[in-house]
Each structure stands twice: as C-alpha cells, then as structure tokens.
C-alpha cells in the first residue's frame, strides 16, 4: 500500500549503542523530515531534507545522523546512544515543503537504557 | 525569535459543547499556518491550513480556524465537539524562506459525556 512507514515501531535499546530507525514512503515527496515527539516539548525537528542527498539540521541535530541517498528513504541514525534520546521519533514527507500538507508516519518509540 | 505557543496545555470539554483551541505566533511576516491533529498512538493529521486570502478557513471533521494578524492568533474552532475529537492538537506555522514548520507543544483535549 502507499504511504509512509516507519520502521522499528518499538525499539529498546542500550546507552552507547548505535540505532538507525527507518523511513520509506511512496509517494516519491521530495522532502522528508524527522521530528522528535517529548512531553511538554511536543514536536521538534531533527533534520529534514529537500531531496535525495541533500539534507539539513533542524532545531536539536545533535547526537543523530541521517542520510538520503534515495528519494523514498530516510533513515536516522542515533550514532551512540544516550536515556535523553529516549523518545517517539516521527518521520514525514511532503511534495512542496511546508506549503503541502504533511504526512506523517506512525511513530517509533525508542526506550534508551 | 520564531515562536509557537499554545497557552493551553489541557482542556476539557463536554460532549456536544463548543470548542476553542488558542494558537499564538511569533514570525516577520505572514506566516503559514496549519493545525493538525494526534490520535493517541498514531501520526499526525493536517485539520486545515491557511496562507493567505480569507482568514476564516474550513478544515475536515468539522473544524475552521480564524486567523487574526492584529492578535497574531490562528485559533481552531468546533462548534459541536463529539467523544471522537478527544485527541492531541497541533499548531504549526511555517516561514516562506524555509521548508519545516515549526509546532507547538500540543493541547489535550479531553471529552466527557
């Protein structure tokens, strides 16, 4: 079907260690982004890209990586893992920025230990 | 700075009664403008977005927002809230030189019988 998945949907994972979380969607939207879901912070923006192999940083980039070297994938990477990285992770495309309408996946919920 | 706020952190409702979600921003220029909406386990969902042209904008399930410049203010209205609208509702608002919109920290709205 089309849309947008992410996965792990549940992902519990050690301090230090690396966790990527995955991102597809088939609509081929041009941009995609990653936020970061906490309470009483509500949505903050990880990094987004306009593209396949372009990317940037939003408002809380440390400690993530990502890439896009295909249009439909966006995976985020959390290179050493820290308990403040625990987090529901949300991924969205969109086919005109911010002036087309979001789509978002279903969430990942990473517990850091 | 760039700024979203929604004053309300909780807010509970009768079922049938009226409703009133209170956005205020902090950017330049006109800004876009977006409410979505969270199901409790699920992604977020665009309610309706305004640009530019009428201020009093219809957006699905029943819901319209009114932007007012003077107020800085884009609130989400209801006139009739129903059980299925409990949910966690999102503010988010958009420059034209960047391509990510900038949320809110979320309202909570609780329904009762």
């Known amino acids: 079907d089309a849309g947008i998945t992410q996965s792990p949907r549940y992902k519990i994972t050690e301090t230090g260690r690396q966790v990527t979380l995955m991102c597809h969607q088939t609509?081929?939207?041009?941009?995609m982004f990653w936020y970061r879901q906490d309470l009483g912070h509500g949505l903050r923006l990880i990094y987004y890209s306009a593209a396949a192999d372009i990317t940037d940083k939003g408002e809380v980039p440390d400690g993530y990586v990502v890439s896009r070297s295909k249009t439909e994938n966006f995976p985020l990477t959390l290179e050493s893992a820290t308990r403040s990285q625990t987090s529901v992770y949300f991924c969205?495309?969109?086919?005109?920025?911010?002036?087309?309408?979001?789509?978002f996946g279903e969430g990942s919920r990473l517990t850091v230990l | 700075a760039q700024s979203v706020t929604q004053p309300d952190i909780h807010i509970t409702v009768s079922e049938g009664a009226s409703l009133e979600l209170r956005c205020n921003y902090s950017y330049g220029a006109t800004p876009y403008l977006f409410w979505y909406v969270q199901s409790p386990g699920q992604g977020l969902q665009l309610l309706l977005k305004?640009?530019?042209?009428?201020?009093l904008v219809q957006g699905i399930k029943g819901f319209e927002a009114e932007f007012k410049r003077s107020q800085s203010s884009f609130n989400l209205r209801k006139p009739s809230v129903h059980w299925s609208d409990a949910a966690e509702y999102f503010c988010a608002v958009g420059a034209n030189s960047g391509y990510a919109l900038n949320f809110g920290k979320g309202t909570s709205l609780l329904v009762t019988p």
């Open positions: 609509w081929s939207h041009s941009y």
């Open positions: 969205a495309s969109s086919d005109r920025g911010m002036t087309g309408e979001l789509f």
């Open positions: 305004y640009f530019s042209g009428d201020t």
